[in-house]
Each structure stands twice: as structure tokens, then as C-alpha cells.
């Protein structure tokens, strides 16, 4: 049972260029989201998906887009990277949207941008 | 403005005692509160939640209690085993909400 599967696991950019990290969660899950976690801040929002066909900003949505493909993927794309967006990526699904239930996280994507 | 703060950014406890790791939050909204268990290189997974309507809820060596009147919520972990040693994130949600607020982690070691 795979859970919530992210890909790459590690990535290298340099500023400016653009990647997409991909997320797939194999419970049928109805909601997905991208958090990053930077030292001393937690996890912080950066957009979220309620069902299949929508998506919404999260706390800290400035320089990504995303995209809910189906109900088993959503991804998160750096169109022009910085070094603020160094970071550590993980996605995550539940059932329903924060709603009395708990979440599912992947192993997460380090990223460095220099 | 952080809703979920964890004042404690690490903690040592012998095994076999107990660990008490502690979290705050200032949103009177919330109301389903959750611990995560995280290792290094690997995603939070779920470790125990707690509904608003409730004081008090156990799993194991994991008990999880909630004062609403203090906003404050603890989790309890007796006895302390070394496999213990992770990073504890508390999280709350709203039911009129539409995420997870996450705090910043406690930092758990367990000495053998």
C-alpha cells in the first residue's frame, strides 16, 4: 500500500528555472495539498485541492501554480525558482477537507535553489 | 501569525518516564486538534486527534488532552521508549475551514 507517493525526493535548481513536483495518492482520497516546511515555521500551506476539478490558494501560494490532474494527482510547479523557495515539499491527501480527519503525507521533496 | 505554537523546540526524557509535549493556539474556531510523529527523511505520519467535545482521548502510551478554556493541548506519552525520538507537530482545524494549521515541531529524545 503505497499511501501518498512525491516525486523526485531531492532536486538541485538553479534560479530561474522551472520544475513540477509530482504527488499521487493511491485511497481515494477526495482532498490534496502542498506544504513546505522551512526551519523554526512548521508546515505552511501553499495551495490545496477540496475534490477533483478545483484548487485554492493556501498561506503561501507566491511562485507556484498547481494542478489537480485526476483524483489520484495533484502537482506543484515552480515556474521561475528563487532561493527563497528552498525548502523542504511534501504533499498530502485526506478524505475530506480538514474536516474531522486526519492526513496522509509523502516523504516529502528537498529542494535546493541556488 | 502563527495559530498552533509549540513553545518547545526540543525535549530529552529518560526511558521509561513520561513525555509531555505541550502546544498552544489562539484560534477559539478550532475545534479537532491532531499529533504527528515525524522521523527524519519521512513525511509526518498521524500519530492521535482530539475533537473539541472532548477532554481527554487515549491510544496506548499516547493520551492527547485538550483545554479549550486555555486553548491548550498536550500529549502525553507513558512510558517513553527510545523509538519514541522524533519530531511532534500538533496541527488544529476549523469545521469551517479548509486546512490544517500546523505548529512548529517538538524535537523528542528518549535516552536509553
Known amino acids: 500500500n503505497a499511501g501518498v507517493t512525491q516525486t523526485p525526493k531531492f532536486q538541485v535548481l538553479k534560479t530561474g528555472q522551472s520544475m513540477t513536483l509530482q504527488c499521487a495518492q493511491d485511497?481515494?482520497?477526495?482532498?490534496m495539498y502542498w506544504y513546505r516546511q522551512d526551519p523554526g515555521m512548521g508546515l505552511r500551506l501553499i495551495y490545496y485541492s477540496a475534490s477533483e476539478g478545483t484548487t485554492d490558494k493556501g498561506e503561501v501560494p507566491n511562485g507556484y501554480n498547481v494542478s489537480r490532474l485526476n483524483k489520484r494527482e495533484f502537482s506543484l510547479r515552480l515556474e521561475s525558482a528563487a532561493p527563497s523557495q528552498t525548502s523542504v515539499y511534501f504533499c498530502?491527501?485526506?478524505?475530506?477537507?480538514?474536516?474531522?480527519?486526519?492526513?496522509?503525507f509523502g516523504q516529502g521533496t528537498r529542494l535546493t535553489v541556488v | 501569525d502563527q495559530q498552533v505554537k509549540q513553545n518547545s523546540p526540543s525535549l530529552s526524557v529518560q526511558e521509561g518516564r513520561i513525555s509531555i509535549l505541550n502546544c498552544d493556539y489562539t484560534?477559539?474556531?478550532?475545534?479537532?486538534f491532531l499529533w504527528y510523529k515525524k522521523y527524519p527523511a519521512e513525511g509526518p505520519t498521524f500519530l492521535i486527534s482530539?475533537?473539541?467535545?472532548?477532554d481527554k482521548n487515549e491510544d496506548g502510551r499516547f493520551t492527547v488532552f485538550l483545554n479549550k478554556s486555555a486553548k491548550h493541548l498536550s500529549l502525553h506519552i507513558v512510558p517513553s521508549q527510545p523509538g519514541d525520538s522524533a519530531v511532534y507537530f500538533c496541527a488544529a482545524s476549523a469545521i469551517t475551514g479548509n486546512q490544517f494549521y500546523f505548529g512548529t515541531g517538538t524535537s523528542l529524545t528518549v535516552i536509553p
Open positions: 484560534n477559539s474556531m478550532f475545534d479537532y
Open positions: 498530502a491527501s485526506s478524505e475530506y477537507l480538514a474536516l474531522n480527519t486526519e492526513a496522509f
Open positions: 485511497m481515494n482520497h477526495n482532498s
Open positions: 482530539i475533537s473539541s467535545i472532548k
